[in-house]
């Protein structure tokens, strides 16, 4: 299976028009190897970088946000109350976990469309290739630090948050499958 293939399959279909356009910058490629085609692509690039961390930024302070309220309510909540509204719980694991796929499959498509560029521009073998410049580039973007699992790790920790269940007492993370994803597979 290839990338396009996992990345269609493993997205979060609600967030869709957040993720990274490989399909339109891969066309970008094929297009031939001119300078013009090289400057079309790097604006893509960086503009594709741009819509993924403006979305995850949005999604982490709404994520903050959610944390925060519901931080309020178990302090006011008694044992009874917490069973009924676990389902707020749940979702705050269930967002963070999806936010967590969102910025891998991300970074996968950035680096992958990073290799086929040196490729099919006939940089691969040379001095002139440009994967590690354009990966420097990937790495400096927000949702590339650690931000969602040490969220996630504080929440698992967290005494307040711990004492709440699911309804089979397990909190269900999402893992990515397919080929690109060797490590996770």
Not at 24 to 51: C, D, S, W
Not at 118 to 130: H, P, Q, V
């Amino acid at each position: 299976m290839k990338f396009g293939k996992d990345l269609a399959t493993n997205m979060v279909k609600k967030w869709e028009a957040h993720y990274i356009d490989y399909e339109a910058m891969k066309r970008i490629l094929t297009t031939g190897n001119t300078p013009e085609v090289k400057r079309e692509f790097h604006a893509m690039y960086e503009a594709q970088l741009k819509k993924v961390s403006a979305f995850y930024l949005s999604e982490v302070a709404r994520v903050e946000q959610a944390v925060a309220t519901r931080n309020t309510q178990l302090k006011a909540m008694s044992a009874v109350d917490e069973v009924q509204t676990s389902g707020q719980h749940y979702q705050v694991f269930r967002d963070l976990t999806d936010l967590r796929s969102f910025t891998w499959i991300n970074a996968e498509g950035f680096r992958k469309i990073a290799k086929k560029y040196d490729k099919l521009m006939d940089l691969r073998g040379t001095d002139a290739t440009e994967a590690e410049m354009l990966e420097a580039q990937l790495l400096r973007e927000p949702f590339m630090g650690n931000k969602i699992q040490e969220f996630l790790d504080g929440l698992k920790g967290d005494k307040a948050w711990s004492r709440v269940k699911t309804g089979d007492g397990a909190m269900e993370l999402k893992i990515i499958s397919g080929t690109a994803n060797h490590g996770l597979a």
